[in-house]
């Protein structure tokens, strides 16, 4: 199964690809848009280009759980996503933001919500 995960944000969108055949997660290249509709073209293209089956959209919870204006925002551009005929699943992204400068830490919470997808396949 090829994915996607997106951490969903206003201006960039954190984005990783894992084929499950071999299960290496790849961290893309952090889409930086003004608009949710070019993020959301370019995450179409993305996978369309990469035969991505299923979109994994991380969901910003408040750490009490319960859902605020982010998650409204996030679930905004996963319909978008679903109305190209993209198949999108939900997974709670607290805590899998990274603190690290090493790399991109919007791609890098992207990893970490699909390897957690994938441990649970």
């Known amino acids: 199964m090829r994915l996607l995960a997106l951490d969903i944000g206003m201006r960039r969108t954190g984005i990783a690809f894992v084929d499950s055949e ?4 790849l961290p893309l290249d ?4 003004k608009h949710a509709d070019e993020m959301i073209q370019q995450v179409i293209d993305i996978a369309k280009a990469r035969n991505v089956e299923q979109v ?3 969901l910003p919870l408040l750490p009490s759980g319960e ?3 982010q998650t409204e925002y996030v679930r905004s551009c996963a319909d978008q996503l679903t109305e ?4 999108v ?4 992204e607290r805590y899998t933001t ?12 992207a990893c970490q919500l699909l390897d957690l997808f994938v441990q649970r396949l």
């Open 98 to 109: 990274s603190k690290s400068q090493e790399f991109d830490g919007d791609a890098r919470a």
């Open 89 to 92: 699943s939900f997974l709670d």
């Open 56 to 58: 994994i959209v991380g």
């Open 84 to 87: 190209h005929g993209i198949i």
């Open 22 to 25: 071999n299960g290496i997660t």
């Open 30 to 33: 952090t889409i930086i848009t």
């Open 67 to 69: 859902e605020g204006s």
